[in-house]
Nanobody, 126 residues
């Protein structure tokens, strides 16, 4: 299993930028960080958790249509970190953002992930 912890959330004005970080601690034999795909999901009040962005062990990435061109996901394998650079933020980006991990391939479905962080709140004021 992988222990994940998000940071970097906060209050920002519409049009502004934030960088979220996800620190990853992989424990146990066969749990090298490089094995894991890491994704960001978000959940707004009263809504289901939705996929935002993902990156796998060979740095392939995927984005939801709603954030494509505005958000960038990256990973630093040496330091076991994954980042989400968010720019041109909109009020509809307001949510709690979670990072999640699973082996090898990323998925757009939250139920496919077995490791989750506690979330970090992003509030975009208009």
């Amino acid at each position: 299993q992988v222990q994940l912890k998000e940071s970097g959330g906060g209050l920002v004005q519409a049009g502004g930028s934030l960088r979220l970080s996800c620190s990853c601690a992989a424990s146990g034999q066969g749990h090298d960080f490089e094995m894991f795909a890491v994704s960001w999901f978000r959940q707004a009040p009263g809504k289901e958790r939705e996929f935002v962005a993902a990156i796998n062990y060979v740095q392939a990435t995927a984005y939801s249509e709603s954030v494509k061109g505005r958000f960038t996901i990256s990973r630093d394998n040496a330091n076991k970190m994954v980042y989400l650079e968010m720019s041109s933020l909109r009020s509809e980006d307001t949510a709690v953002y979670f990072c999640a991990a699973r082996r090898w391939r990323f998925s757009f479905t939250a139920a496919d992930y077995d490791s989750w962080g506690q979330g970090t709140r992003v509030t975009v004021s208009s």
